[in-house]
């Protein structure tokens, strides 16, 4: 059992309640994207709907995976992973996080469109950016560029893959099921028919499961970078992982070690393609750089530290966190590796095997981290309900949707998101969903929604820059005061 | 009747602008009162239901 003093105790309740008001905000922030379909079509009532979209965002946190928590952390360089246990590591983690808090709040507050992964996303490039201004470096090693560039691309593809499928689906729909009673607006008191009500809930409780599956995760990646922050002796590395699995790892930084001890000219290829200035400062906050270079070093390392391991905790603590720096430097020089257009495809299969390998020991999440962002969303979708604000204007007298058009935009959101989450993408649950809808309202010829197609722009070139500049402007004032 | 109630309320509220702003002034439950003593009759969930509906299809 680990023994806190009471400053620290203070310190991590502080951080991880921060993360947890983020994941809340976030969940009464989507709660319409939940639950709106059902409520509308009548096909169950208020509170059992959101207590279900409550439940089945629990659910999506808690066995969702943590591909797309580990996505998120990976946008921050891999120095500020390394050196997350410091002083600048820690106040850029808060400047993101409350620069995103901030930004999902006010939006909400005021009514206006956002998306919360544009925010994150935004955040942590912000972050990213100041920091390496800060540092004297070049602004392109602030932020992992290749890993922000294919979030980017998740972002942007997402909602076109939704829209189109939606319109396919609403198409299939009205040529193969064409009955009439699927293909009207709610009318009266009564409920829609068995079976359409049983789509809707169903498709509901995905879209539920499916946001909480992905929009979760970001709080996970970012709790487990403040723990690891705080605590690094304990959470350094998955003190539950057993023999087997130290074992894979261990074997992985084996093979590593070998591969680059026999391929030379792929890891003189990576070093060419380096950015040396920011390995030859030597006056950098963050004590540790990786540079390709120090890949042999850093396998021999963990070769030689787990070799007969049989648990993480016997380990020295000292020892534990030059582990995982070992192993993030080791995974960042790997994945510098696949970048080389010539490396073979064996070469490439191996090397992505052996480096799902090693990190597996870092990119964990507990239990009770699951549980605590999973019941902070599932509340924050619970509550989320009851703060809708209702603004009467032209727009509610003229908002319809159909049957099959609810039915349509929830299912392809799922099917969408789920997918995202194998491939550990993030993606906004509110584009995926409201460009679900318009590709609905295009096939059923009820024109095409510009009010979404703003909102998704609006994210772009307002929440994503809004983001960045609150969180760069937080991390500089914290840098200056706290520092 | 809810939400077709609904629809004709907001026909009213267009047709009568008066009766439109002060409508807006109103909060929350106060409106679904306003309308039921126009003659209109929804529930506060049906009302919420068609707001969360915008905010679905516009993104918000």
């Known amino acids: 059992m680990m023994e806190l003093d009471a400053q620290t105790f203070l310190f991590l309740i502080l951080s991880v309640g921060i993360a947890l008001g983020f994941e809340f905000i976030n969940g009464f922030h989507d709660t319409a994207n939940a639950v709106a379909t059902v409520i509308y079509t009548k096909s169950l009532k208020p509170r059992l709907a959101v207590v279900l979209s409550g439940c089945c965002n629990f659910l999506g946190v808690y066995i969702g995976g943590i591909a797309v928590a580990y996505a998120i952390v990976h946008l921050l360089p891999v120095d500020l992973l390394v050196s997350v246990n410091n002083s600048s590591g820690m106040i850029m983690i808060y400047a993101l996080l409350l620069a995103a808090m901030l930004w999902n709040f006010g939006t909400w507050y005021l009514g206006l469109p956002a998306s919360s992964s544009h925010t994150l996303i935004g955040s942590i490039i912000g972050v990213g950016l100041v920091h390496a201004l800060i540092e004297g470096m070049s602004v392109s090693t602030g932020v992992n560029w290749a890993k922000a560039f294919e979030v980017f691309l998740s972002l942007l593809i997402s909602p076109v893959l939704g829209f189109l499928s939606a319109w396919l689906l609403l198409k299939a729909l009205q040529r193969f099921a064409p009955d009439p009673t699927l293909h009207k607006a709610p009318e009266g008191e009564t409920p829609p028919p068995f079976w359409i009500r049983m789509l809707l809930v169903l498709t509901c409780t995905g879209v539920s499961f499916a946001h909480g599956s992905n929009d979760g995760q970001k709080g996970v990646g970012l709790i487990m970078l403040i723990l690891i922050g705080i605590l690094p002796a304990h959470y350094a590395l998955n003190q539950a992982s057993d023999q087997a699995e130290i074992n894979t790892c261990w074997a992985a930084a084996a093979n590593l070690q070998n591969y680059v001890n026999t391929h030379r000219e792929i890891v003189d290829q990576a070093i060419a393609k380096e950015d040396l200035s920011l390995l030859e400062n030597q006056e950098l906050e963050f004590p540790v750089n990786c540079g390709v270079q120090h890949a042999l070093d850093a396998a021999a390392n963990i070769a030689q530290k787990l070799g007969g391991l049989t648990s993480f905790s016997d380990l020295k603590d000292e020892d534990r966190w030059s582990v995982r720096t070992d192993i993030l430097c080791l995974a960042d020089a790997v994945t510098k590796f696949l970048k080389i257009g010539t490396l073979p495809t064996q070469d490439r299969d191996s090397l992505t095997t052996w480096l799902k390998q090693l990190r597996s020991p870092t990119e964990y999440a507990p239990d009770w981290v699951l549980i605590a962002v999973?019941?902070?969303?599932?509340?924050?979708?619970?509550?989320?309900?009851?703060?809708?604000?209702?603004?009467?204007?032209?727009?509610?007298?003229?908002?319809?949707?159909?049957?099959?058009?609810?039915?349509?935009?929830?299912a392809v959101a799922m099917a969408t998101i789920g997918l995202a989450d194998v491939m550990g993408l993030p993606v906004s649950t509110t584009h995926v969903l409201s460009s679900g809808v318009a590709g609905t309202m295009a096939a059923g010829k009820s024109g095409l929604q510009m009010s979404t197609l703003r909102s998704i722009a609006l994210a772009w070139v307002l929440t994503l820059p809004a983001a960045?500049?609150?969180?760069?402007?937080?991390y500089y004032l914290f840098h200056v005061f706290f520092s | 009747m809810a939400q077709?109630?609904?629809?004709?309320?907001?026909?009213?509220?267009?047709?009568?602008?008066?009766?439109?702003?002060?409508?807006?002034?109103?909060?929350?439950?106060?409106?679904?009162?306003?309308?039921?003593?126009?003659?209109f009759s929804f529930t506060w969930d049906e009302l919420q239901a068609r707001q969360a509906l915008i905010h679905m299809i516009e993104g918000t």
């Open chain 1, 468 to 474: 960045m500049i609150i969180a760069g402007g937080l």
């Open chain 2, 4 to 39: 077709e109630a609904l629809d004709l309320f907001m026909k009213f509220l267009e047709e009568n602008p008066e009766d439109m702003a002060a409508a807006k002034e109103l909060r929350g439950r106060e409106i679904v009162g306003y309308a039921r003593a126009k003659g």
């Open chain 1, 374 to 410: 999973a019941t902070a969303l599932g509340l924050g979708t619970m509550i989320g309900w009851k703060r809708i604000v209702v603004t009467i204007g032209e727009k509610i007298g003229k908002t319809h949707m159909t049957y099959a058009q609810g039915a349509s935009a929830q």
